[in-house]
């Protein structure tokens, strides 16, 4: 049973993984949004500019200029570090979604390595080899299995067809 | 008459030492008024009539069996005026001056001024040279300095066209959305695409249900793909999307010819369509074998 379901946990591993690939965006958004827990400060900063700005349209800078220029100041001050920390923010933002797809390069790897590992002695299935007739070795490559569907063919198959159904329903 | 005559003298050398002090005051004054991009137009216009000019000097001073000889400081003059040139088009004045300083540098190493060997070479063109060897042999001497001028200009000429090209290409590429890289053929998918891949998919299962126990799986995928040949002019054709990508710039700016590239791309992008279509197949055989084979309706003889 276990080696008659081969071709499917080769598929699954690949359906998987071509399914997290194109999550990973979400997943590295959601993991930023989990990690920074200073949004809500920036939240903040941004209102009070805008406060501080509505406040500034209501002084008249001819009467009241040392307060016009006092709150302009102020205005200056928390745009500046406003900047400092939105830059900072996608700094450490670009750095998360480096590091999750580093991750979900090497753990893809490790995955494809450990199954052409698993079988690559034994095929995924087997079918008659005059089905396949005069492709059987390169079918079967590298089991040498006469009429046994290689890993590395099952594979390259399972990886197109899984990328077109994304595509069709992505 | 002593006095008249020691009066005279004196006359001619005031008029003379006036005539000079009243010439140099001019070509003063005329320095003055000049401003930088009258200078620069000068400097230009004597560069480009120097180029004929000089060649014609240095014709009437040497012979013309030895071409080689002559060609150096020709293009050793234009060439290094027109980097100068280019160099500080864009800058000021300053820059000028010192262009016009390199130039004088360059009329001391020829020995002649500017302006003077395009004197000179209206003197030629008037008839002062009254041999008419020199007259048959100036074409053939100007025709050697335009080969020599006109190589390198197509070059830059040919360089510029394939530098608009290449521009184009990343306007169009920046305008473009990047393709992600999970998805290869990011082409839609287009109604011929889909009938191609359907067929595929139920040839597969015909095949594994009744044919594959005759013949190889193949043979009738072969044919089908056959069919898809005849049948893809009937029908409609998309507006074929050409993709720009860094690999058609690279080889349109080595100089391969945009059709031969568009060729290649579409040949390239059927073929993909064919192993598309091939996966697919041998995907939904054994998907279909096995499911039969788990059903237990078959067993693999």
Known sequence: MAESCAWLLVLGSVLLCNIVKALLPSVSSFLCRVLQKDAEQETQMRFEIQCMRQELATISMMDEFARYARLERKINKMTDKLKTHVKSRTAQLAKIKWVVNIVFYVLQATLMISLIWKYYADPVTVVPSKWIAPLERLVAFPSGIAGGVGITCWLVVCNKVVALLLQAFG | ?301
């Open chain 2, 1 to 301: 008459m002593e006095q008249t005559e020691q009066s005279m003298p004196n006359v001619s050398e005031e008029k003379g030492n006036l005539s000079a002090s009243k010439r140099r005051a001019e070509i003063r004054r005329r320095k003055l008024l000049m401003n930088s991009e009258e200078r620069m137009k000068r400097i230009t216009s004597c560069n480009k009539g120097d180029a004929a000019g000089h060649a014609l000097n240095s014709e009437q001073h040497s012979e013309p069996r030895v071409p080689v000889q002559l060609d150096k400081p020709e293009s050793l003059t234009s060439s290094g005026l027109s980097k100068r040139l280019t160099v500080y088009s864009d800058e000021d004045t300053k820059t000028t001056a010192g262009l016009t300083n390199h130039q004088g540098h360059l009329d001391d190493f020829q020995g002649t001024p500017i302006c003077d060997s395009r004197n000179s070479m209206g003197d030629v063109l008037d008839g002062n040279n009254d041999s008419p060897g020199e007259l048959r042999i100036r074409p053939r001497s100007e025709m050697s300095i335009d080969g020599t001028q006109r190589s390198p200009r197509r070059g830059l000429h040919q360089y510029l066209s394939r530098f608009d090209e290449a521009m184009n290409l990343r306007t169009q590429l920046i305008n473009e959305k990047p393709a992600p890289e999970s998805s290869p053929g990011n082409e839609e998918l287009d109604a011929f695409r889909i009938f191609r891949l359907m067929g595929s998919v139920i040839l597969a299962v015909v095949v594994r249900m009744f044919v594959c126990k005759y013949l190889c799986i193949f043979a009738p995928f072969l044919t089908l793909q056959l069919a898809y040949m005849g049948l893809y002019k009937y029908f409609p054709k998309g507006e074929k999307k050409i993709k720009t990508t860094v690999l058609t710039a690279a080889l349109l700016l080595s100089g391969i010819p945009s059709e031969v590239i568009n060729r290649s791309m579409d040949t390239y992008s059927k073929m993909g369509d064919v192993f598309t279509d091939l996966c697919v197949y041998f995907f939904t055989f054994i998907i279909t074998h096995e499911m039969l084979v788990i059903l237990g309706s078959e067993t693999p003889s």
